[in-house]
């Protein structure tokens, strides 16, 4: 079992940026690929970003996000990163950590495939 915590969320203008962690505890051997789907409200949920432990490899947000949406880890703490710049009201949503032993079972958005976090808002207004 891997527990994932985030933190970061909360209330930014546009043009704003927010920094999302998320720590995984117990068995972080299951956590080889980490990262961040999201969820607005009435919508289905999308990948936005993930990265490996074991070689760096970063699988990357798609158009409307790259360049402002960085993903990090640091193996040490078992943490992964979500770095959101330039902020659009579009951005809007529940942003949740995943963790799983493989990049097709991270890529699936069940909630029964790899490991979640709570989920923490971000909410895009001025």
């Known amino acids: 079992q891997v527990t994932l915590v985030e933190s970061g969320g909360g209330l930014v203008q546009p043009g704003g940026s927010l920094r999302l962690s998320c720590v995984a505890s117990?068995?972080?051997?299951?956590?080889?690929?980490m990262g961040w789907f999201r969820q607005a409200p009435g919508q289905a949920r999308e990948f936005v970003a993930a990265?490996?432990?074991?070689?760096?490899?970063?699988?990357p947000t798609d158009s409307s996000r790259k360049g402002r949406f960085i993903v990090s880890r640091d193996g040490a703490k078992n943490t992964v990163y979500l770095q959101m710049n330039d902020l659009k009201s579009e951005d809007t949503a529940v942003y949740y950590c995943k963790a799983a032993i493989s990049v097709t079972r991270f890529m699936s958005t069940s909630s029964e495939v790899g490991y979640w976090g709570q989920g923490t808002q971000v909410t895009v207004s001025s």
């Open positions: 117990g068995r972080t051997f299951s956590a080889a690929v």
């Open positions: 990265i490996s432990g074991s070689d760096g490899t970063i699988y």
